[in-house]
Every structure is written in C-alpha cells, then in structure tokens.
C-alpha cells in the first residue's frame, strides 16, 4: 500500500502571499494517479486537482499543481481568504486508493 | 447534474452491524465507479471499498473482513455494510463517484453521514 505524507501539517499565511503544499509518496506514482480535494469545515471533500497537474471544473486558476514520482505539489499562487481549508492529496494504485494525512491553510 | 443522496443510521452500539445507503441521481449508477470514504473525528480521510462499473468489488486491506459494498441497479443505490462495529468506526461516512475506469479521483460526493458507535 502506498503511503502519502503531507507537508506542512498547517500553513499559516497572509492574503496574497502563496502557498506550497507538499505530498510524498513512499512509491512512484503516476501522475495521472494523483488528486488534490479542498475540504472545508462540515463539508465533504471537493476536488481540485486530478492527473497531478489538472484543475477541476470550477476551480480558479490561482491553484496549480504539478510534480512526478514520489513528490507533488499544490500551489496557490495568491492566497484568498476562502482558501482557508484542509487539503488532501490522494492516489489510485493496483485498486487501492490512499489518502495523504492533510495540509491545513490558514490565513493569518 | 449528478448528484447522491445519503442516509443510514446515526447511532449503534459496539458489535453492531453499520448499513449505509447512497441513491444516485442525474446519472445511470452503472456508468462510474463508486467509494465509501470515512472521516473519523478531527482525522483524515480513509478509503473503506470500492465498487467499479463492471462490478468488481474493491477493498481497503484493513477493513477487508468486515466490509460489503453492493450496487442496486433498479434503485439506483449504493450500499456499505460494515460489520462488528467498535468506538473506532465512528465517523462521517461519504459516499463518493470515481468517474469510469480509466478515472483515478472522486468528482462527486455525498454530503456525507454521521455514524456513532457507543454503548
């Protein structure tokens, strides 16, 4: 099973600073294995970025992801105050499917 | 616009059998893969099972022994049973579509239901 671990555990940030989540996987995984989902408090998980690098319909272009192999990235380039959430990365390998522990962004 | 309604007990007690339900709606309940997904408390997100459109049945190693997950085609409905229940299965449960095989995220889910296992 392939483990994911998120770094920092919590971002704390000013508006329109940016914001750089890790995500590490103890194995390679394919890129187009790989999601973000923005989770807000009392609310299920919504996502943002799929195939790594893929924004999500509805999804402003301030976030971006990118990365391969065993490390990705989420990038919000200017931080707005409804950024405030928990991220998740997640892959899809060999028919199980993993979460990363959460990146929390708060704003300062 | 597709969209999945949940419900299912709230309250159980430990050794207890947890059946949760999940109707799907705007879409044919065949053409995607389905999750059950859970959130214990102030915790992240855990992967439960997995049914794909083809029907094959998808498990999380951990909870393997003790989780079904079946798809009513003439309901159009989901369901999780998830058996012999402890303080450790309380959680929000979602359930989630992952799009078609060749899909590797969740793109629609459930808002999701409480479930507390408590003497």
């Known amino acids: 099973e392939i483990v994911l671990t998120q770094s920092p555990g919590t971002l704390s940030l000013s508006p329109g600073e940016r914001a750089t989540l890790s995500c590490r996987a103890s194995?390679?995984?394919?890129?187009?294995?790989l999601a973000w989902y923005q989770q807000k408090p009392g609310q299920a998980p919504r996502l943002v970025m799929y195939?790594?690098?893929s924004r999500a319909a509805g999804v402003p272009d301030r976030f971006s992801g990118s990365g391969s192999g065993t490390d990705f990235t989420l990038t919000i380039s200017r931080l707005e105050p409804e950024d405030c959430a928990v991220y998740y990365c997640?892959?899809?390998?060999?028919?199980?499917?993993?979460f990363g522990g959460g990146t929390k962004v708060e704003i300062k | 616009q597709v969209q999945v309604q949940q419900w299912g007990a709230g309250l159980l007690k430990p050794s207890e059998t947890l059946s949760l339900t999940c109707v799907v709606l705007?879409?044919?309940?065949?053409?995607?893969?389905w999750s059950w997904i859970r959130q214990s408390p102030g915790k992240g997100l855990e992967w439960i099972c997995e049914?794909?459109?083809?029907?094959?049945?998808n498990y999380n190693p951990s909870l393997r022994s003790r989780v079904s997950i079946s798809v009513d085609t003439s309901k159009s409905q989901l369901s999780l049973n998830l058996t012999s229940l402890t303080a450790a299965d309380t959680a929000v449960y979602y359930c989630?579509?992952?799009?078609?095989?060749?899909?590797?995220?969740?793109?629609?889910w459930g808002r999701g239901t409480t479930v507390t296992v408590s003497s």
């Open positions: 195939g790594a690098s």
């Open positions: 989630a579509r992952r799009p078609g095989r060749h899909y590797y995220y969740m793109d629609i």
């Open positions: 997640q892959q899809y390998d060999d028919s199980v499917l993993t």
């Open positions: 194995q390679r995984v394919y890129a187009k294995y």
């Open positions: 705007g879409t044919s309940i065949t053409d995607s893969s």
């Open positions: 049914i794909t459109d083809s029907g094959t049945t």
